[in-house]
């Protein structure tokens, strides 16, 4: 819509239109891109999965199909993130299934 607005004035301004009618169109323009703008801060903050192209929610959600038959088969380990993330000192976590059960 920007650059329909902006093409807009870019054209009028070769036929001397009044002055009234390209304030308008810039008006337009700005209110349009404020709106435009604001929505996008708002979805990145609060809903960014919302930003997300389709093709790339299809991708995922296959990924997630496929992780949850690989875990099924026992072919894939899950790792939690808290792990993952290193939040834990992993020299206090038991190594093996003999140290877990001990404690």
Same mark, same amino acid.
């Given at each position: 819509m920007t650059i329909v607005f902006l $093409? $807009?004035?870019v054209i009028l301004q070769f036929g001397h239109p009044p002055t009234w009618l390209t304030v308008l169109l810039a008006v337009l323009m700005v209110v349009n891109y404020a709106q435009f703008s604001v929505a996008y801060h708002y979805f990145m903050r609060q809903r960014p999965h919302s930003l997300r192209s389709e093709a790339f929610d299809f991708k995922v959600t296959? /990924? /997630?199909q496929n992780r949850g038959g690989e875990i099924e088969a026992g072919r894939y380990e899950e790792?939690?993130?808290v792990r993952e993330a290193g939040i834990l000192d992993l020299s206090d976590a038991p190594q093996n299934k003999d140290e877990t059960n001990k404690q």
């Open positions: $093409a $807009a004035i296959e /990924l /997630l790792v939690s993130f």
